[in-house]
């Protein structure tokens, strides 16, 4: 896990040096340190994680204005094909925004930002991509593609479903109706046996 003085020396040098490499090495420091909170399996249960990533008001000041940037270059980029390390760095925006709206206070101003609206761009045309490809010839940054349109389904749900109801009730819907059902039945038939016993109880021994 990066350190909060290793995130501020690296914001410095990009801000110093207008470099982006510096850029991709802050938000990669920054996405290891709460890869706790990119849970993607949409097969699973949510994970439960006992903190919560930053407030916006923790980060570099003008850090949603850079990535937006960062963000609208990659999707001009894209009639051309992404290079590999622009796609690297799309995905860890991506990354970045869904650790953001695990803290619910950071979903509001997240999704009134244009991200979303780029994110889907993307994924739309990655998706015409992977429909589009020929069996023979396999998509050489295919992994990379489906790495981003797995995170940006979990961007929308961050977004759009915070809580993760939609997760828990494809997850464990079925095995939880199951349990409620069988409780209602379970209580329906107590309740039959103990008006049969107070009907036994009031009626005469000698009877």
Request: aromatic share 12%; charged share 25%; glycine share 4%.
């Amino acid at each position: 896990m990066a350190s909060r003085e290793r995130l501020f020396e690296l914001w410095m040098l990009y801000c110093t040096k207008k470099d982006p490499d510096y850029l991709k090495l802050w938000l990669d420091n920054f996405v290891s340190s709460y890869e706790q909170f990119l849970d993607v399996d949409f097969e699973k249960l949510p994970t439960r994680v006992d903190d919560v990533p930053p407030g916006i008001s923790l980060l570099p000041d003008n850090i949603l204005q850079v990535l937006r940037i960062q963000l609208l270059q990659c999707v001009q980029k894209m009639a051309d094909g992404l290079e590999e390390q622009q796609q690297a760095l799309s995905i860890l925006l991506v990354k970045f925004f869904i650790i953001l709206c695990r803290n619910l206070s950071n979903v509001e101003e997240i999704g009134t930002c244009s991200y979303i609206n780029h994110v889907i761009t993307m994924t739309t045309l990655y998706i015409q991509q992977l429909k589009s490809k020929k069996k023979e010839k396999e998509l050489a940054d295919q992994t990379s593609i489906e790495e981003f349109v797995i995170h940006a389904l979990a961007f929308c749900e961050s977004l759009y479903d915070p809580y993760r109801n939609w997760r828990h009730r494809i997850s464990g819907y079925s095995h939880g109706f199951v349990l409620h059902i069988g409780r209602r039945v379970y209580l329906k038939k107590k309740k039959k046996n103990y008006k049969s016993l107070g009907e036994r109880e009031l009626m005469s021994p000698y009877q």
